[in-house]
């Protein structure tokens, strides 16, 4: 429910998360797509931020007390920073870019110690399949918007 309300909050733009367009904004001749892809990208990171809440409950009810610390702490931490990039980049404050950073270092560590730890066999096939479908794919999503300089004048929002 709350990633739905998320996704579909009204604004200027009309709610999708395309890239396509030509208009300009404020008249100085920049696409007005910019905005609209922020928008999306700052849904995705606040959507996948809180898909990650009921997997903080997933493991630490199914793994060993000592594990499940440290990964629902891991974990948790990644889920702030990709909440807290998402909410920023859709509110098209600048100051997403930290948090965005945060989370690139978070999910590659996350990456790189599930394979790490990963058993031989489907486990192993598990941490790469999340490492090469969502972890890396998104950690290079947060890199990119972390080191992106701003465009525009301050205050535009795109």
Same mark, same amino acid.
């Given at each position: 429910? $709350?990633?739905?309300? &998320?996704?579909? +909050? ?9 890239? +396509?367009?030509?208009? +300009? $904004? =404020?008249?100085?001749?920049?696409? #007005? ?6 928008? %999306?990208?700052?849904?995705? =990171?606040?959507? %996948?931020? !809180? ?10 009810? +199914?793994?060993?007390?000592? /594990? ?8 948790? !931490?990644?889920?702030?920073? &990709? =909440?807290? #990039? ?5 509110? $098209? ?6 948090? #965005?950073?945060?989370?690139?270092? =978070? !999910? ?10 990963? $058993?031989?066999?489907? /486990?192993?096939? #598990? ?10 794919? !998104?950690?290079?999503? %947060?890199?990119?918007l972390a080191v992106r300089p701003p465009r525009g004048p301050v205050g535009d929002g795109r």
């Amino acid at each position: 429910m $709350a990633m739905a309300l &998320l996704a579909f +909050t009204p604004g200027a733009d009309d709610g999708c998360c395309a890239t +396509t367009g030509t208009g +300009t $904004a =404020l008249g100085i001749g920049r696409p #007005a797509r910019h905005g609209r892809a922020r928008r %999306c990208q700052g849904r995705v =990171l606040a959507a %996948c931020g !809180l898909a990650l809440l009921p997997w903080l409950g997933y493991l630490a009810g +199914t793994l060993p007390p000592a /594990e499940a610390a440290a990964w629902v702490a891991l974990d948790a !931490l990644e889920a702030a920073a &990709l =909440l807290t #990039a998402g909410t920023r980049l859709l509110r $098209a404050d600048p100051r997403h870019r930290a948090p #965005a950073a945060a989370a690139a270092v =978070l !999910l590659v560590a996350d990456a790189c110690l599930d394979l790490a730890t990963a $058993a031989a066999g489907p /486990e192993l096939v #598990a941490a790469v399949a999340m490492a090469v479908a969502a972890e890396l794919p !998104l950690a290079a999503l %947060c890199a990119r918007l972390a080191v992106r300089p701003p465009r525009g004048p301050v205050g535009d929002g795109r």
